[in-house]
């Protein structure tokens, strides 16, 4: 997931996301023999004897990585030295989303939206058109911060 997002493809790393993703397996828990409320650490392929089922649950990272891929990467809300970095990289087919993150005790309201109107992405904070996208820090004091990433459509 993580590495189709550094090269730009939010559809196909939501698509893994939805394949590992416990909650959509529900649909065929006789096959995966797994909570659907839990990561595997792996799921046997088509050539193993038990294709579908889930090996090693509980015992796993991978819920944790789970997290990181989805927030840091697909939803694009990162924490770096130098400030947050928002740089969302989502399936062609969301219109947006909206979070709440809060970083060095600073509230970020961030609002992503698709805007066809423009070619590359834009980013503002507190109405104000910022180059790149990490998010300065705001001055001591500070309690909150307004964002608006705007994405292209192409």
Partial sequence: MIAETVVGRGDRAFDYYKRINPSVREA?????????????QTIAGKDAPTHGEAKNSWLTGTASWN???IT???????????????????????????ATRIFRAVVYNIKVVRNCEISSTRLSVDGELIEGCIIPIPPKGTQEVNVLVELGCS
């Fill in 28 to 40: 065929i828990s006789e096959v995966h023999r797994c909570e659907p409320y839990v990561y595997a």
């Fill in 67 to 69: 997290y990181v891929a």
């Fill in 72 to 98: 840091q990467y697909i939803l694009g809300i990162k924490p770096t030295h130098n400030g947050l970095s928002v740089h969302p990289v989502i399936p062609s087919d969301w219109a947006g989303f909206e």
